[in-house]
């Protein structure tokens, strides 16, 4: 065994030979293979899609601060919140966590030169920059008023806005996702390196391999769905229009078909950075390793079977309403593993709480309420009262914001060093990360009281009792905007103020640690072997070089039991 890598080995590449100083000039970028530089694209880009989809949210939320007509018409409202979370969803949630940090660090941890297809890789950065063309071709023409979910019959016989255009902006980034994922899913069975078996990956990787699948299998659904939509509204062909003999319910079967799958394509990747940041940080192996892997499997297949709990007052009937709700229920089971095994970690480990620890801990608790007011969605009874009212809106917020954003910063905060090479202002970080926990309760957690006391949802305005809801959450969504510019001031200070990241600041045992910040063009020079992902006794702080290296006297045991990729 003789491949150990060692950081100071690694470290001899020295800093002017890396991924970002190999190469110079825009078409460097621009046409480049490597999957760091394109991950690196996808952040900017998504990242500036969460700052336009933000900056519309405030504005929503400005026009809440009294209940009169304020300064804009119903009209425009529509267009906000549409905008808002069809930017949202189909341009930064979907996309931010695999695109960005994914692409970055999957083949590294793998050891692996690149992802298995790296033009394709490239041809996915393109179609989402394709599919953000079209959205801000409807934005800056008719906009768009229907909705992120594009219900049937206000998107084909009634809106006047550009709904063909945006419809096939999401379509084009239903492309872009299944590129990604099938690049995933292949590299991932085919470029591991000697010793990691399937049960030696990290996490974080299982939960890019579970987020795939449903990338693959469920996407193609929503693209041919809304093709559909778009020739029923040039053509009239008769497909959801009950005039001429279709079912506009078959549109939100189909929709839903995908678009529950693909809240999970959302949050499991979150799941599986916090999985990472949790070990690191309670400097412990990971507790109940495959049950976590088993159960973003489980989230990913169940995910597929409970779409009806988003039609409930549809009028579908009464039995598929029981099973869908029957179904509902049986997916937080893994959700909730989960949730026990990052707390069964984190008893008695000695916990850090550098920045993306507390991001993470933010994530269980914020994660936690998202998915227990599900519960609420998911019993029938409940939800014929709670439909289409704040405490939906109050929910998914706290699943995707407060779940998958706030992990994706926990990870951005994490990999940084990695990525640029810099380390951060630690307390700055920490205080971001406070703000924006307390802001986003501040936020959402009145709309949780003002829907179950039946205020409905994607109203413009609203009767005098909920005012002071609606007060206290425009407040918190003001603050909440400051603790993530915040953030990202910090991090972009560090670009030029911090100090040189180290090659494994953290104490992760994991393989990206292992190569240089910020790692070389081709990540190894030799492809490693690898053993226990959280093994974190094979790791100690070196003095000498600031920075967490690998113990020469710990050998790595290959697992014998099962042949890897690449043996
Ligand atoms: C424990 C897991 C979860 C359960 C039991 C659950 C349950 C539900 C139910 C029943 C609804 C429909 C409410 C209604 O319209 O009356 C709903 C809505 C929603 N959920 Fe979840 N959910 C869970 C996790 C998630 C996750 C992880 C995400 C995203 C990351 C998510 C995002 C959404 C969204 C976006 C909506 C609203 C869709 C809309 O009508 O615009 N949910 N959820
Ligand atoms: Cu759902």
Redesign the pocket.
Same mark, same amino acid.
């Given at each position: 065994m003789t491949s150990h890598v060692m950081p100071a080995h690694s470290d001899s590449h020295s800093s002017a030979d890396n991924y970002l100083t190999a190469s110079k000039g825009f078409l460097s970028w621009a046409l480049t293979l490597d999957h760091k530089r394109i991950g690196l694209m996808y952040l900017i880009g998504t990242m500036t899609a969460m700052f336009i989809g933000g900056f519309l949210a405030l504005l929503l939320r400005a026009e809440h601060l009294s209940g009169a007509p304020g300064f804009v018409n119903h009209d425009t409202y529509n267009q906000l919140f549409t905008l808002h979370g069809a930017i949202m969803v189909f341009l930064f949630i979907i996309p931010s966590i695999p695109g960005a940090l994914g692409n970055f660090i999957l083949p590294v941890m793998l050891g692996a030169k690149d992802v298995a297809f790296p033009r394709m890789n490239l041809c996915s950065f393109y179609l989402w920059v394709f599919g953000a063309i079209f959205f801000v071709g409807a934005l800056l023409t008719t906009g768009l008023d229907t909705g992120w979910?594009f219900y049937t019959p206000y998107s084909t016989n009634t809106s006047q806005t550009n709904v063909v255009l945006a419809t096939l902006g999401a379509f084009i980034l239903g492309f872009s996702s299944i590129f990604t994922g099938l690049n995933f899913i292949v590299t991932i069975h085919t470029m591991r390196p000697p010793g990691m078996t399937w049960f030696r990956m990290p996490l974080f990787l299982w939960s890019l391999y579970a987020t795939a699948i449903i990338q693959v299998l469920a996407t193609p659904v929503l693209g041919i769905t809304l093709l559909l939509l778009a020739a029923e509204r040039m053509f009239g062909l008769g497909i959801f229009d009950p005039k001429l003999g279709g079912d506009p319910v078959l549109y939100q079967h189909f929709f839903w078909f995908y678009s529950h799958p693909a809240?999970?394509i =959302?949050?499991l990747p979150g799941m599986g950075i916090i999985s990472e940041l949790i070990s690191t940080f309670s400097r412990k192996a990971i507790f109940g390793y495959r049950f976590i892997a088993f159960s973003s499997m489980a989230i990913a297949l169940l995910g597929f079977l409970v779409w009806g709990?988003?039609m409930?007052?549809s009028g579908q009937s009464e039995m598929i309403t029981i099973v869908f709700s029957a179904l509902?229920f049986s997916?937080?089971i893994p959700?909730a593993i989960k949730v026990f095994n990052w707390l069964a970690t984190m008893y008695k480990g000695s916990i850090v709480l550098a920045t993306p620890m507390c991001y993470a801990l933010s994530f269980l608790f914020l994660f936690t309420i998202?998915?227990l007011t599900?519960?609420f969605?998911?019993a029938l009874a409940t939800?014929i009262h709670?439909?289409?009212t704040y405490f939906?809106v109050a929910?998914?917020h706290y699943? =995707?914001m407060g779940?998958?954003l706030v992990a994706f910063v926990g990870g951005l905060f994490y990999w940084w060093p990695k990525m640029t090479g810099k380390m951060y202002n630690e307390f700055w970080g920490q205080i971001s990360a406070l703000i924006v926990f307390v802001a986003f309760n501040l936020t959402f957690f009145p709309q949780f009281v003002m829907g179950s006391r039946g205020m409905p949802r994607r109203y413009y305005n609203y009767l005098p009792e909920f005012q002071v809801y609606h007060v206290l959450s425009t407040i918190g969504a003001f603050l909440l905007g400051f603790g993530l510019l915040l953030a990202a001031v910090v991090l972009i200070v560090s670009l030029f103020k911090g100090r040189k990241a180290p090659a494994n600041p953290w104490g992760a045992a994991t393989l990206e640690w292992q190569c240089s910040s910020p790692p070389p063009l081709a990540n190894f020079e030799k492809t490693p072997t690898v053993g226990n992902p959280y093994d974190m006794q094979s790791v100690v702080w070196d003095p000498d070089t600031e920075s967490f290296v690998r113990r020469g006297d710990v050998p790595i045991v290959p697992d014998e039991t099962e042949q890897p990729a690449h043996a």
């Open positions: 979910t809240v999970y =959302m949050i709990h988003h409930f007052a509902t997916v937080s959700s998202g998915g599900g519960l969605l998911g939800d709670l439909h289409d939906v929910h998914f699943v =995707m779940g998958t």
